[in-house]
């Protein structure tokens, strides 16, 4: 039987894995991108006209904002920022 601790890094590699995948795919990079909030999970972002949470796990590489006050480029998977009404849907 796996311990408490093998199991939640097994967890997290896994998590890491999924969320790297979603990156390589289609991503959209916004820029002045205010943090208004933060918590362990998830940012509160001013996006233009838009004020929405952020799920961490959906931050890829190339965001610079991670902390309240922070203004920067936000960059996320195109089918999570279409779904969430940041940026139109292009067919």
Not at 10 to 33: H, K, M, P, Q, Y
Not at 65 to 89: C, K, M, N, Q, S
């Amino acid at each position: 039987m796996r311990s408490l601790a093998t199991a939640t890094r097994t967890a997290s590699f896994i998590d890491a894995i999924e969320r790297r995948s979603l990156c390589l795919a289609a991503v959209v990079r916004l820029s002045g991108v205010r943090v208004l909030q933060a918590s362990k999970a998830a940012l509160l972002c001013r996006i233009e006209e838009h004020v929405r949470w952020i799920p961490r796990e959906h931050l890829c590489e190339g965001t610079t904002i991670h902390r309240v006050g922070d203004t920067g480029v936000l960059v996320v998977p195109r089918a999570f920022a279409v779904e969430w009404g940041l940026v139109p849907y292009d067919g």
